[in-house]
């Protein structure tokens, strides 16, 4: 499973993009939309902290773990234990910032789960969440056998990646959905800097993704990075 081409190009551009896409983000949400906050007489600082979580957790710590087997030149039980804890850590952040959204929902009198957004949003962290017990389980403790783990390893790899694209998608959907709510109803000019702001978060976005998946398709210096331990 490889294209063939060296790996390391392609995770140094994913780490830049991603260092982009949380500036960009931050800044949207802390410089624009007014900070952060759990709790809030302005319900709009609760929700911003949905935006902030799910990409700095499912999107650039998840992409920062897949990619941890073709960027560190470590061991591989090394890179196995940054990968698990790194998607760990993705999907705490993940849980909370959908928590955050439903607060702010319920706290603003605002139905909950009626967008294409909200049904891929609960999909994807469901399936972040099954694929991360199943690693876990497989290959970290109690641990499969060799035989069993071989034969996972390709399914795994492909489902994780599957799972990360639809997480780009859902994360698109909800800069759209978010950005086109805020110019009907919140005055938000349709070619102004927070606009503008947005759709190029999005698109840094999906270029990191993107790198993260040429990364993870791509070849590796020495070992096999899939091979069973």
């Not at 290959?139 to 994780?160: K, N």
């Amino acid at each position: 499973m490889g294209l063939g081409v060296p790996a390391l190009p392609f995770t140094f551009v994913a780490h830049l993009l991603g260092v982009a896409a949380i500036v960009m983000v931050l800044l949207w949400n802390i410089h624009f939309r007014g900070g952060l906050a759990w709790e809030a007489t302005n319900k709009n600082l609760i929700f911003n902290i949905h935006p902030v979580l799910m990409l700095i957790g499912l999107i650039i710590m998840g992409g920062e773990a897949i990619i941890t087997y073709k960027a560190l030149p470590l061991k591989k039980e090394i890179k196995k234990l940054i990968h698990l804890i790194l998607h760990a850590i993705a999907l705490v952040l993940g849980i909370v910032g959908i928590c955050a959204a439903f607060k702010n929902h319920n706290e603003s009198g605002i139905a909950n789960m009626y967008s294409l957004h909200s049904w891929l949003g609960i999909g994807v962290i469901s399936l972040y969440g099954i694929q991360w017990i199943f690693g876990f389980v497989m290959f970290f403790y109690p641990g499969g056998s060799e035989t069993l783990r071989s034969q996972s390893i390709p399914w795994h790899v492909l489902f994780g990646l599957i799972v990360y694209v639809l997480a780009l998608g859902t994360a698109s959907l909800g800069f759209l959905e978010k950005l086109t709510f805020l110019e009907s109803s919140a005055g938000v000019a349709k070619y102004g800097s927070e606009a503008l702001l947005v759709n190029f978060t999005a698109i840094v976005t999906i270029l990191f993704g993107t790198f993260v998946v040429l990364s993870s398709i791509s070849s590796a210096p020495g070992e096999d990075d899939y091979s069973p331990i």
